[in-house]
Every structure is written in C-alpha cells, then in structure tokens.
C-alpha cells in the first residue's frame, strides 16, 4: 500500500518539482502575480504517485493580454512535460476580484490540463475574456478550506467566501456525469470514492471537503454494509503503489472490476442523491 503525501513533506523531487512550478509563475508574472495556491490531494495528505495530479491555482492582480496567457500556457504545457509524477498538472489563473467576490459563473485567464496539452501546443486555445469553468467554484471552496499558499497574500486576505450552493452545484456536476449511462464503467475507483464524499456533503452537511481517502472511509462507516466491499476495493486500488502501464490502466488501477456490482452502486447512488435532494 502506498503512503499518502502531502506538501511541503513530501519526497524532495515533487516538491522540487512544484516550487520549480511556482518560480515559472513568477518569472512570466512578474509583480502582477498575487499568489499560488495549492488545493486537491496533495494539500489534503491524499496523493499517491500512480494515480492523483498537481492541483494548482495561481490569482493575478489585473488580467494579462492574451498572447502573454498563451505565451505562458505554452510554457506550462512544456514544464507538465517534465513531471516526476505519471498523472499531469491541473492549473487555472484568475484574477483577485473574482478571487474576493466569487461570482456564481467564475471567469477564468486561462487553465491547464492534459486534456488541453495538445490544444494548447497547436494554438487551438481561446484566450477570451468570456471564458467559465464550473469546477472552479469546488477548486475555489477547497482553497478556502483546506489549500496552502505556495507563494504570495494569505488565502483569508486573497480569497473570499464560496456560496455553499455553488460548490455543491459543482460537485454535483461531475457526480452526474458518474451517474450517466456506463460512465462508472471508465475508472471506477475515482468514481466509487467520489460517490462517496458526494453522499457525506448531502447526507451530513457540515459544510466539509473531504479527500477521495476521507470519502471512501465515511463510505464503509455510514453507507450499506453491502456495498462495504466495493468501497474497500476501490480505497485499496487508490492508495495502491501499483504503477499503470498506460493511461487505461491508471484510470481502473490495474485490476478487474464486476461491472453488477459497479451498476448496483450506481443505482443506489441515483436513488439515495434523489431521496437527499427532495
């Protein structure tokens, strides 16, 4: 079983790596670069080296012009290539007023992903002002909760309140995605483990964000004993150091998955997010 990590103690290559990350930041920023912030599973003692990213946001003072945010994207995409880790960083800039006020449909400068490397490589990216991303409201939430500034003002000083609603309108996006069709079929550990931190917001709300290891263990204390064995399965695959020969093989971990059993999940799932939601 693999041990969890969390910045600034972990191995000394990914923090390396992501203060390395950070001077990038800065030397294409300059002073107009408020802060880096990190959030997702390496800022919540949940990252296992075969399977979790590098969750990262970065506010700026004012909006930068285009073809610097592309300038600097192309450089991100480069940088992402060089990582320690097998999964990718995942990066958005904002600007501090969106930070301070968190609009309900939160703008973003620009954003990073493996999805978007080849995009970004071959300037098929729009850098317009118009762009939204809805997982900025859950990125934004985790920040304010649970994050470490990497650089820059205090996430108290640089951020403001997440309307509760919004974050959980977020979290609830991707759980319908999880939900749809087959979908649980394509990494069923993620989706098992997001199922089950999705259920602990509905169920308990106390307004907490848990990682993918908190969710799985709420999971197999509060959720019928006879989905307890598929919610270990999938903590087990997720904390796993087993290393993916491929893209494929990280998203199920390696192992074989019942796919009754993932559907009985999901169903339950459909029905108990209904019962919770009226």
Not at 25 to 40: C, P, Q, S, T
Not at 224 to 251: C, G, H, V, W
Not at 261 to 270: I, N, V
């Amino acid at each position: 079983m693999g041990t969890p990590q969390c910045y600034p103690t972990c191995d000394e290559r990914l923090k390396k790596y992501i203060d390395n990350f950070v001077s990038l930041l800065k030397f294409h920023l300059g002073d107009n670069l408020k802060g880096v912030y990190l959030h997702g599973s390496l800022a919540m003692n949940s990252f296992y080296y075969p399977k979790s990213d590098i969750d990262i946001l970065a506010v700026v003072y004012d909006d930068i012009p285009s073809q610097k945010a592309k300038e600097l994207n192309i450089a991100i995409a480069h940088y992402n290539e060089k990582r320690p880790i097998y999964g990718s960083l995942e990066f958005s800039l904002i600007n501090s007023r969106v930070a301070k006020t968190v609009p309900k449909k939160i703008p973003y400068i620009l954003h990073y992903s493996s999805m978007w490397h080849e995009r970004i490589l071959n300037d098929e990216v729009s850098y317009s002002d118009n762009m939204i991303d809805t997982d900025l409201s859950a990125h934004l939430t985790v920040v304010k909760n649970r994050g470490i500034c990497l650089y820059g003002t205090s996430i108290d000083e640089t951020f403001g309140e997440v309307n509760w609603e919004h974050f959980i309108f977020a979290v609830i996006d991707d759980l319908m995605w999880i939900l749809e069709d087959e979908n649980i079929f394509e990494s069923p550990y993620y989706a098992i483990l997001n199922i089950c931190r999705v259920m602990q917001m509905l169920t308990d709300k106390d307004n907490r964000c848990l990682s993918k290891n908190e969710g799985g263990f709420w999971g197999l204390a509060n959720l019928p004993t006879e989905y307890k064995p598929l919610i270990q399965k999938a903590l087990n695959t997720y904390r796993s150091d087993y290393f993916p020969k491929d893209e494929t093989d990280r998203k199920t971990g390696g192992v074989s998955w019942n796919k009754n059993d993932l559907k009985q999940f999901r169903d339950f799932a459909k029905a108990r997010y209904e019962e919770l939601r009226t």
